[in-house]
């Protein structure tokens, strides 16, 4: 009787360290719990708006080419229920392609206000364009049970903010502190090859007409260029982050360098011949010594390509360098 009060006693024994452990491997590693208390709630700030979710999200539109990358590159694929804005896009890097691949099209262009709504998201990762004046309400999405966070980062700082902020959204706060690492040593590394040069004086053209579209002193492409070792010739208009800029004004500057965005159409080839038979563009020594550098629309935008775009940056600025 005695022995089978003892094998009984060892059965209990063993079921009790059975469920303890159990219950430890439930607990993700406190590095990956992100801004969560007990009742699981969220709260991060995005410029200003406070965002709280009592859960990460499930359903996630990406509205923007740079945001959907992002969140691949984060592995946070399976979440992504559709995204936009592929008309800014040459596609993503080759190492994401095959999960690119798996996210539907919610919009080849801007996403519809329609369309939105009717997906089934409850979480948006949208580029600023995509929202205000004649884009999506802030406000409205809320009442449908969506919550946006924009994506409008303008520095580094701000960038990485946002991406600590989604690893903290999704639980996976090491992943997004180990990608902004490996940005941060490869932008340093590209740093310090080019100190002590000469900075290149660009002109960005996005697009030609009346004059040139090009990038403001506030916007995130001037702070690529910068990093790469340039200098955005017109980094002093500082009021607007896209403006246009006459042709006098160019010719006044003279830039060493015109860095062409490629994105949908026309095609890279084509403005190059725009440039070359503009009668005041052509009149550019960068232009007849065919100094031309091209960058995806997508690349020179706030979200995961920061390092690759100012090392390709610096390839083309001081080309002797990485030879």
Known sequence: MKKVHRILLLCLLIIASLLTGCNSSDNPPASEKGNQTND?????????????L???????????????????????TDYVIGNSLNNHSRGPLPEYSEAFKKIPELNYGPATRESVISSGADFIYGIDWQFGGDGLDIKELEDFGITA???????LEEIYKEIEDI???FNIETTAENFIADQKARINAVQKKVAGQVPVRVLIYDSGGEGVFTAGGNNFETLLIELAGGKNIFEDITDKQWTTVSYEEILARQPDIILIHDYDSPSLEQKINEIKNDPALSQLDCVQNERF????????????RMAYTVENLAKAFYPKLFE
């Open 40 to 52: 699981k709630t969220i709260t991060v700030d995005n410029y200003g708006r406070k965002i709280t």
């Open 54 to 76: 009592k859960e990460h999200p499930q359903k996630v539109l990406t509205l923007g080419p740079n945001c959907t990358e992002l969140f691949v590159a984060l592995g946070l």
């Open 149 to 155: 966070y924009i994506n409008r980062a303008t520095t």
């Open 167 to 169: 690893g903290k959204i």
């Open 293 to 304: 550098a091209s960058i995806t629309l997508e690349s020179v935008l706030p979200g995961n």
